[in-house]
């Protein structure tokens, strides 16, 4: 029993012994670790790839920036210049209106002035020698300048050749119906008569889609009644109401029709 348990153990131990003898020892594969280092550097590359496109498009987003800051500094320039024009007209406008208003003053009080002996418009150049035009002068810095004198130094004897010289500069001048009108104006008050109904035939018959024409009409109406021809006097205030029935001239044509039946 004894010599059994040593045999046991001398086949155990050559067992083992052949069996260590037969495992293969540890190799490394080559191969597979050179597969790994080409992958980690593709996709470094691929990181570097991935940065340079990041780049890029965070300098297109630069520019893109840039060019909008651009547009609206643009863009907020010409609001400057819109609301600069927007001014200047209304100040244009409302130099008109107070114009108006002065004129229309002076008229009411020349209503109850004696008329003086009337005198024929004469446009010839021998009217208006002591107004020079240089030749780059544009005609709204003439009509400004006549209207000036009205306006702002109530210099009303010199806007006359002004506005004289004016439409005869000008004579297809956006302004020129005004200009005649504010012209038969300032002859009105000075009791020229005639030279005043002149002007203001001239707006009535060649300026028929002038805004000022219906006040025309009406000034050309208190002219001729002031003249003693109340028929043309009434046909005139009759036609200002029928054509022009919302204007203020019709309003105050109508009771000066009543006063006249």
Request: proline content about 4%; aromatic content about 6%.
């Amino acid at each position: 029993m004894k010599l059994n348990k040593v045999l046991f153990g001398m086949i155990l131990s050559v067992s083992t012994s052949s069996v260590l003898a037969a495992e293969p020892a540890p190799v490394i594969d080559i191969s597979q670790r050179n597969g790994s280092s080409i992958g980690s550097k593709t996709l470094s590359e691929q990181l570097e790839s991935l940065e340079r496109k990041i780049d890029s498009r965070n300098k297109a987003q630069v520019n893109v920036q840039r060019q909008l800051d651009d547009l609206q500094n643009e863009l907020n320039e010409l609001r400057g210049v819109t609301e600069l024009h927007t001014h200047q007209l209304s100040q244009v406008l409302e130099r008109q209106r107070e114009l108006y208003q002065e004129l229309d003053r002076r008229v009411s009080q020349a209503l109850t002035a004696v008329p003086s002996q009337p005198a024929t418009p004469d446009y010839n150049a021998s009217n208006v020698n002591d107004v020079v035009y240089s030749s780059d002068v544009p005609e709204n810095e003439a009509y400004d300048r006549a209207v000036n004198l009205v306006l702002k130094e109530r210099r009303y004897e010199e806007a006359i050749p002004e506005f004289k010289a004016f439409n005869l500069k000008f004579p297809n001048s956006t302004y020129a119906a005004n200009a005649h009108y504010w012209l038969g104006q300032l002859l009105f008050n000075k009791n020229d008569l005639e030279a005043a109904k002149a002007e203001f035939e001239i707006v009535y018959n060649k300026f028929q889609e002038s805004p000022k024409r219906s006040d025309s009409m009406l000034k050309l109406a208190i002219v001729e009644e002031k003249l003693n021809n109340n028929a043309r006097a009434k046909s005139l205030l009759n036609e200002v109401i029928t054509k022009y029935p919302t204007s203020s001239a019709a309003k105050l044509a109508k009771p000066r029709l009543e006063n006249l039946q």
